[in-house]
């Protein structure tokens, strides 16, 4: 029975894999801050990935605010790969995001020039940098998944926004790849299973794209509102962010918000294709899951 540490076991994807790979016989280790392990501590990586023939290292702070991102994604994402390779652990799975593209003109493919923008982004873009690195002691695997379609706060909030009326800042014209959960935790064990995605940096995405105007029609359908969306220019969005952060603590949207609603998002799978992985849900059924796994809202 081989053994497997997933770093960040407790979070939205962490938590779905650790129960894919026990089904699948996996010998799991869970490390999560909910159960008191730190990844800033290099005895707790030490001691966690022992014994371990693959780490699967999903752990990150997202909140772009968070004092402690660049710590936790960074250092702690080199606390982790270092005790693995000192460990002789043979797999180091990195759950990256394809976020490190930036904003995509055409289709980015993982040889696209990377242009991270927010924090979050540009401490992953780091963290693969650190993970390459160590190519030559430890078998290293970088997935760059699109914007995760399923029942977590982030989408709560997005769909309650768009429940409420608010206007689409911008056209909504640009393309907003994304990928459901399950098609996530699926390519990871892939990857784990296959050993001709050692030392390679894959993106994941659903098969299809939808604008952000029809990613916001499909929720209003699924919602059973009127198909309908109103529009404010992208200026004005901007000046409504800056108001809110300077007369609100706890801004509904923010300037890095507006930044990333905006951009362009279109990912090639061709490469993850090739090697065998093929993602099973489209984008529309995506959005009909995550709406009615978060009912009621």
Known sequence: MQRVLVTGSSGFIGSRLVKVLKKKRYKVVEFDIKKGNDLLSYEDCKKASKGCYAVVHCAAILDEHAKNLWKVNVLGTENIIRASAENKVERFIFLSTAGVYGN???????????????????SKA???????????LIQGTILRP?????????WRKIIKVIKKGFPLIGSGKNLWHAVYVSDVVDAIVFCLENESTAGETLNIA?????????????????????????????WLGKAIAY????????????????ERLIRNRHYSIEKIKKLGFEPRVNTKEAIKKTVNELKPL
Request: proline share 7%; hydrophobic share 35%.
């Open 104 to 122: 995509v003109k055409g289709i980015a493919n993982e040889l696209t020039e990377k242009r991270p923008q927010t924090n979050y982004e540009k």
């Open 146 to 154: 699109a914007i995760v379609l399923g029942p977590n706060e982030y």
């Open 126 to 136: 780091r963290a693969e940098e650190i993970v390459n690195s160590y190519q030559e």
């Open 206 to 234: 659903a098969s299809d794209v939808l604008s952000l105007k029809q990613l916001v029609l499909e929720i209003k359908k699924c919602l059973g509102l009127k198909p309908e969306v109103k529009h404010i220019p992208v």
């Open 243 to 258: 108001l809110y952060i300077t007369f609100s603590s706890k801004p509904i949207v923010t300037p890095e918000h507006v």
